[in-house]
Protein backbone atom coordinates (compact mmCIF):
# COMPACT_ATOMS: atom_id res chain seq x y z
CA UNK A 1 0.00 0.00 0.00
CA UNK A 2 0.85 3.48 -0.93
CA UNK A 3 2.23 5.34 2.04
CA UNK A 4 -0.71 8.14 0.83
CA UNK A 5 -3.95 9.19 3.05
CA UNK A 6 -6.21 11.29 1.45
CA UNK A 7 -8.35 13.49 3.31
CA UNK A 8 -11.69 15.26 1.91
CA UNK A 9 -14.40 17.05 3.15
CA UNK A 10 -17.97 16.23 1.90
CA UNK A 11 -19.92 19.53 1.20
CA UNK A 12 -18.69 21.23 -1.86
CA UNK A 13 -15.54 18.90 -2.26
CA UNK A 14 -17.32 15.39 -3.11
CA UNK A 15 -20.49 16.56 -3.76
CA UNK A 16 -20.93 19.72 -5.83
CA UNK A 17 -23.59 21.20 -3.07
CA UNK A 18 -24.03 21.43 0.61
CA UNK A 19 -26.23 18.78 1.72
CA UNK A 20 -27.78 20.03 4.81
CA UNK A 21 -29.34 22.98 2.43
CA UNK A 22 -29.84 20.87 -0.40
CA UNK A 23 -32.24 18.78 1.31
CA UNK A 24 -33.58 21.66 3.29
CA UNK A 25 -34.33 23.27 -0.24
CA UNK A 26 -35.53 19.80 -1.96
CA UNK A 27 -38.21 19.33 0.71
CA UNK A 28 -39.96 22.73 0.77
CA UNK A 29 -37.83 24.04 4.48
CA UNK A 30 -36.15 26.85 2.57
CA UNK A 31 -37.77 29.83 4.31
CA UNK A 32 -38.30 28.14 7.50
CA UNK A 33 -34.52 27.95 7.60
CA UNK A 34 -33.52 30.95 6.38
CA UNK A 35 -36.12 32.00 9.69
CA UNK A 36 -33.46 29.87 12.08
CA UNK A 37 -30.52 30.26 11.39
CA UNK A 38 -29.64 33.45 12.70
CA UNK A 39 -30.80 32.16 16.37
CA UNK A 40 -28.71 28.90 16.13
CA UNK A 41 -25.47 26.89 15.40
CA UNK A 42 -26.05 25.41 11.94
CA UNK A 43 -25.29 21.88 13.88
CA UNK A 44 -28.14 22.79 16.19
CA UNK A 45 -30.18 24.33 13.30
CA UNK A 46 -30.10 20.71 11.28
CA UNK A 47 -31.52 18.61 13.97
CA UNK A 48 -34.37 21.07 14.56
CA UNK A 49 -34.93 21.06 10.72
CA UNK A 50 -35.71 17.29 10.76
CA UNK A 51 -37.88 17.29 13.52
CA UNK A 52 -40.16 20.36 11.62
CA UNK A 53 -39.89 18.13 8.39
CA UNK A 54 -40.81 14.98 10.38
CA UNK A 55 -43.59 17.26 11.35
CA UNK A 56 -44.84 17.86 8.59
CA UNK A 57 -45.27 14.51 7.09
CA UNK A 58 -41.64 13.83 5.03
CA UNK A 59 -40.43 10.67 5.43
CA UNK A 60 -36.74 9.25 5.95
CA UNK A 61 -37.18 8.03 2.41
CA UNK A 62 -38.07 11.31 1.02
CA UNK A 63 -34.57 12.53 2.84
CA UNK A 64 -32.82 9.88 1.31
CA UNK A 65 -33.89 10.89 -2.44
CA UNK A 66 -33.12 13.86 -2.61
CA UNK A 67 -29.57 13.09 -1.22
CA UNK A 68 -29.32 10.74 -4.10
CA UNK A 69 -29.91 13.48 -6.47
CA UNK A 70 -27.52 15.88 -4.91
CA UNK A 71 -24.58 16.71 -7.73
CA UNK A 72 -21.31 14.78 -7.38
CA UNK A 73 -18.78 14.73 -10.44
CA UNK A 74 -18.00 12.10 -12.44
CA UNK A 75 -14.75 12.59 -12.77
CA UNK A 76 -14.14 12.65 -8.88
CA UNK A 77 -15.83 9.46 -8.65
CA UNK A 78 -13.20 7.83 -11.14
CA UNK A 79 -10.34 9.77 -9.66
CA UNK A 80 -11.51 8.17 -6.04
CA UNK A 81 -11.59 4.96 -7.46
CA UNK A 82 -8.00 5.25 -9.03
CA UNK A 83 -6.55 7.02 -5.90
CA UNK A 84 -7.60 3.65 -3.86
CA UNK A 85 -6.66 1.20 -6.87
CA UNK A 86 -2.64 3.21 -6.61
CA UNK A 87 -3.21 2.23 -2.71
CA UNK A 88 -3.92 5.58 -0.54
CA UNK A 89 -6.20 5.30 1.83
CA UNK A 90 -9.44 7.78 1.83
CA UNK A 91 -10.89 9.13 4.42
CA UNK A 92 -13.54 11.82 5.46
CA UNK A 93 -13.46 14.71 7.67
CA UNK A 94 -17.22 16.53 7.59
CA UNK A 95 -19.76 18.52 9.67
CA UNK A 96 -22.29 17.08 7.98
CA UNK A 97 -23.68 13.97 9.45
CA UNK A 98 -23.54 10.06 8.90
CA UNK A 99 -27.30 9.28 7.33
CA UNK A 100 -26.22 12.45 4.88
CA UNK A 101 -22.59 11.34 3.90
CA UNK A 102 -23.30 7.56 4.16
CA UNK A 103 -26.28 8.03 2.10
CA UNK A 104 -24.53 9.68 -0.80
CA UNK A 105 -21.77 7.35 -0.85
CA UNK A 106 -23.46 4.28 -1.22
CA UNK A 107 -25.95 5.51 -3.82
CA UNK A 108 -22.88 6.33 -6.57
CA UNK A 109 -20.95 3.50 -4.89
CA UNK A 110 -18.35 4.80 -2.82
CA UNK A 111 -19.22 4.01 0.26
CA UNK A 112 -16.54 1.31 0.59
CA UNK A 113 -13.65 2.83 -0.82
CA UNK A 114 -13.20 5.09 2.41
CA UNK A 115 -11.75 3.69 5.04
CA UNK A 116 -13.13 6.24 8.09
CA UNK A 117 -15.78 8.88 8.38
CA UNK A 118 -15.80 11.85 10.70
CA UNK A 119 -18.67 13.22 11.01
CA UNK A 120 -21.57 14.35 13.55
CA UNK A 121 -23.53 11.56 14.31
CA UNK A 122 -27.18 11.06 13.64
CA UNK A 123 -29.53 8.05 14.14
CA UNK A 124 -32.74 7.15 13.22
CA UNK A 125 -35.64 7.33 16.09
CA UNK A 126 -38.54 4.75 16.93
CA UNK A 127 -40.89 7.64 15.20
CA UNK A 128 -38.78 7.35 11.95
CA UNK A 129 -37.27 10.84 12.82
CA UNK A 130 -33.52 11.51 11.49
CA UNK A 131 -31.89 13.04 14.76
CA UNK A 132 -28.72 14.96 14.35
CA UNK A 133 -26.34 15.54 17.38
CA UNK A 134 -22.79 17.57 17.38
CA UNK A 135 -19.61 15.46 16.88
CA UNK A 136 -18.20 17.51 19.78
CA UNK A 137 -21.11 18.29 23.19
CA UNK A 138 -20.38 21.58 23.17
CA UNK A 139 -23.06 22.03 25.80
CA UNK A 140 -20.97 20.28 28.58
CA UNK A 141 -17.32 22.16 26.84
CA UNK A 142 -15.57 23.46 24.08
CA UNK A 143 -13.16 22.36 22.18
CA UNK A 144 -11.42 25.51 22.58
CA UNK A 145 -10.51 26.57 18.98
CA UNK A 146 -11.46 29.53 17.79
CA UNK A 147 -11.40 28.89 14.28
CA UNK A 148 -13.39 26.06 13.89
CA UNK A 149 -17.64 25.99 14.86
CA UNK A 150 -18.63 24.66 17.89
CA UNK A 151 -19.79 21.36 17.52
CA UNK A 152 -16.71 20.37 15.56
CA UNK A 153 -13.00 20.80 14.88
CA UNK A 154 -11.52 19.69 12.44
CA UNK A 155 -8.10 20.47 13.32
CA UNK A 156 -8.41 17.72 16.18
CA UNK A 157 -9.86 15.12 13.87
CA UNK A 158 -6.37 15.61 11.88
CA UNK A 159 -4.39 15.36 15.00
CA UNK A 160 -5.80 12.25 15.68
CA UNK A 161 -5.54 10.76 12.53
CA UNK A 162 -1.61 11.78 12.20
CA UNK A 163 -1.10 10.24 15.77
CA UNK A 164 -2.78 7.24 15.07
CA UNK A 165 -0.67 6.46 11.58
CA UNK A 166 2.07 3.57 12.59
CA UNK A 167 4.62 4.61 9.72
CA UNK A 168 5.24 8.01 8.17
CA UNK A 169 2.58 9.32 5.69
CA UNK A 170 2.23 11.76 3.02
CA UNK A 171 -1.06 13.63 3.43
CA UNK A 172 -3.57 15.77 0.64
CA UNK A 173 -6.22 17.30 2.10
CA UNK A 174 -9.48 18.68 0.43
CA UNK A 175 -11.79 21.15 1.49
CA UNK A 176 -13.67 24.08 0.74
CA UNK A 177 -14.83 26.18 3.94
CA UNK A 178 -13.71 28.10 6.93
CA UNK A 179 -13.53 24.82 9.24
CA UNK A 180 -11.18 23.26 6.40
CA UNK A 181 -8.51 25.32 7.48
CA UNK A 182 -7.68 24.55 10.87
CA UNK A 183 -6.81 20.79 9.94
CA UNK A 184 -4.51 22.49 7.04
CA UNK A 185 -2.36 23.53 9.56
CA UNK A 186 -1.45 19.81 11.41
CA UNK A 187 0.06 19.31 8.20
CA UNK A 188 3.58 19.36 7.62
CA UNK A 189 6.31 19.56 4.80
CA UNK A 190 5.87 16.78 2.05
CA UNK A 191 1.96 16.69 2.28
CA UNK A 192 -0.48 19.05 0.10
CA UNK A 193 -3.41 21.03 0.58
CA UNK A 194 -6.24 21.42 -1.80
CA UNK A 195 -8.50 24.06 -1.22
CA UNK A 196 -11.42 24.98 -3.69
CA UNK A 197 -10.51 28.43 -5.27
CA UNK A 198 -12.59 31.42 -4.21
CA UNK A 199 -14.26 30.13 -1.21
CA UNK A 200 -13.70 30.74 2.32
CA UNK A 201 -10.73 27.52 2.65
CA UNK A 202 -8.68 29.62 0.09
CA UNK A 203 -9.33 32.96 0.93
CA UNK A 204 -8.07 32.22 4.44
CA UNK A 205 -5.11 30.28 3.14
CA UNK A 206 -4.28 33.25 0.86
CA UNK A 207 -4.71 35.49 3.92
CA UNK A 208 -1.32 34.44 4.74
CA UNK A 209 0.13 31.23 3.18
CA UNK A 210 3.22 31.55 5.31
CA UNK A 211 1.28 29.65 8.33
CA UNK A 212 1.12 26.36 6.35
CA UNK A 213 3.70 23.78 5.76
CA UNK A 214 1.94 21.79 3.02
CA UNK A 215 2.31 22.83 -0.54
CA UNK A 216 -1.05 24.10 -1.33
CA UNK A 217 -2.97 23.50 -5.01
CA UNK A 218 -6.10 25.29 -6.24
CA UNK A 219 -8.73 23.67 -7.71
CA UNK A 220 -12.49 24.30 -9.42
CA UNK A 221 -14.90 22.06 -9.14
CA UNK A 222 -15.61 19.45 -12.30
CA UNK A 223 -12.54 21.09 -13.90
CA UNK A 224 -9.57 20.45 -12.24
CA UNK A 225 -10.22 18.60 -9.27
CA UNK A 226 -9.80 14.89 -10.14
CA UNK A 227 -6.75 16.16 -12.44
CA UNK A 228 -5.14 18.05 -10.17
CA UNK A 229 -5.02 15.26 -7.15
CA UNK A 230 -4.14 11.91 -9.35
CA UNK A 231 -1.40 14.26 -10.33
CA UNK A 232 -0.37 14.87 -6.52
CA UNK A 233 -0.74 11.01 -6.18
CA UNK A 234 1.01 10.25 -8.98
CA UNK A 235 4.16 12.66 -7.45
CA UNK A 236 4.36 11.29 -4.23
CA UNK A 237 4.51 7.62 -5.49
CA UNK A 238 6.99 8.43 -7.85
CA UNK A 239 9.02 10.13 -4.89
CA UNK A 240 8.82 7.30 -2.91
CA UNK A 241 9.97 5.08 -6.00
CA UNK A 242 13.40 7.01 -6.23
CA UNK A 243 14.05 7.17 -2.44
CA UNK A 244 13.28 3.51 -2.91
CA UNK A 245 16.01 2.99 -5.64
CA UNK A 246 18.67 5.53 -3.88
CA UNK A 247 18.34 3.43 -0.36
CA UNK A 248 18.54 0.10 -2.53
CA UNK A 249 21.65 1.96 -4.33
CA UNK A 250 23.35 3.10 -0.86
CA UNK A 251 23.18 -0.42 0.67
CA UNK A 252 24.70 -2.36 -2.45
CA UNK A 253 27.55 0.24 -2.22
CA UNK A 254 28.02 -0.40 1.93
CA UNK A 255 28.16 -3.95 0.79
CA UNK A 256 30.79 -3.67 -1.61
CA UNK A 257 33.18 -1.64 0.57
CA UNK A 258 36.58 -3.14 1.39
CA UNK A 259 37.38 -4.00 5.32
CA UNK A 260 39.93 -2.05 4.86
CA UNK A 261 38.17 1.05 3.91
CA UNK A 262 36.06 0.36 7.26
CA UNK A 263 39.25 0.56 8.96
CA UNK A 264 40.02 3.77 7.77
CA UNK A 265 37.01 5.48 8.86
CA UNK A 266 37.63 7.98 12.04
CA UNK A 267 35.86 7.05 15.30
CA UNK A 268 32.82 8.36 16.89
CA UNK A 269 33.22 11.31 19.22
CA UNK A 270 31.92 10.14 22.55
CA UNK A 271 29.63 12.87 23.70
CA UNK A 272 29.97 13.93 27.28
CA UNK A 273 27.06 15.13 29.81
Known amino acids: MAGIVLVFDFDKTIIECDSDKWVVDALGATDLFNQLLPTMPWNSL ?8 HSQGKTLGDIAESLKSAPLHPQ ?7 AYALGCELRI ?12 L ?9 SEINTNPSFIDEDGNLR ?9 SSHGCNLCPPNMCKGQIMERILVSMETKKRFIYLGDGKGDYCPSLKL ?3 DFVMPRKNLEFWDLINSNPSL ?13 QDKILLQLV ?11 VQMHSTECMLQTVPISAHEALPQALRVTQ
Open 46 to 53: MARMMKEL
Open 76 to 82: LITAIKS
Open 93 to 104: VSDANVFFVETI
Open 106 to 114: KHHGLFDYF
Open 132 to 140: IFPFHDFTL
Open 188 to 190: SEG
Open 212 to 224: LKAEVHGWNYGED
Open 234 to 244: NRILLEEKSSS
